[in-house]
């Protein structure tokens, strides 16, 4: 019980810092160009502080360095994204919508989960209402779109780099997920109603 309380907690002073670091880049950024593409992003992160603080404490926890070092990419990719002082791709209207869109996935996931939701791949409670009628991973899903708006609106080398790497890591963390689960039948028996992971019809 020690150990796992001290996991926990440097879980959550992980999160703090992310966020920090994210907060600093993008507020920075809002207030030199007015671009809400990056403002939204910083919006959604902010709810994963709230709910890692509140969330219910499980031992159905994948501990594995393979689970661990999926959730650290996926986790670490959006704090080390740059703005800059470069054009989108297309008006920052087009990338705000989309990153609208994420972001209500996102929190619409969010909210749902509650106190179900968590950092690591672990079993809180399985989920079935709200936009997890749809795909089994709405909040990635959502994730998904921000980064690739974000990328749209500060299309540098590094921005695409950093976050392809961690949404790669998204993906697989996502199956991860599904494989610790998997061990609940309330979850088999959801998994048959929603058959898609992130994208419905693709994947």
């Known amino acids: 019980m020690p150990r ?31 671009h809400l593409t990056g403002l939204l992003l910083l919006a959604s992160e902010a709810l994963v502080v709230v709910l890692t603080i509140v969330r219910r404490r499980t031992p159905f926890v994948d501990r ?4 661990a070092a999926v959730t650290v990419f996926s986790m ?7 703005t800059g002082a470069e054009h989108g791709l297309v008006p920052d209207v087009a990338t705000a919508l989309a990153s609208g869109v994420g972001l209500a996935l996102v929190i619409g996931g969010k909210l749902t989960l509650g106190r179900s939701f968590g950092i690591a791949p672990a079993n809180r409670g399985v989920v079935c209402g709200g936009p997890y009628g749809l795909v089994r991973h709405p909040i990635y899903a959502g994730y998904l779109i921000t980064h690739a708006a974000f990328v749209v609106a500060h299309p540098r080398p590094w921005n695409v780099g950093i976050l392809a790497l961690s949404d790669a890591a998204l993906v697989y963390r996502a199956l991860i997920e599904e494989r610790v689960l998997a061990a609940d039948a309330a979850y088999r028996a959801y998994c048959q109603r929603v058959g898609w992971h992130l994208v419905p019809g693709v994947f």
């Open 4 to 34: 796992d309380a001290g996991r926990d907690l440097i879980a959550r002073a992980f999160v703090a810092v992310l966020f920090t670091l994210l907060s600093v880049n993008l507020l920075a950024d809002f207030q030199r160009t007015g």
């Open 76 to 82: 670490a990719g959006p704090p080390l994204v740059r």
């Open 64 to 67: 594995s360095l393979t689970a």
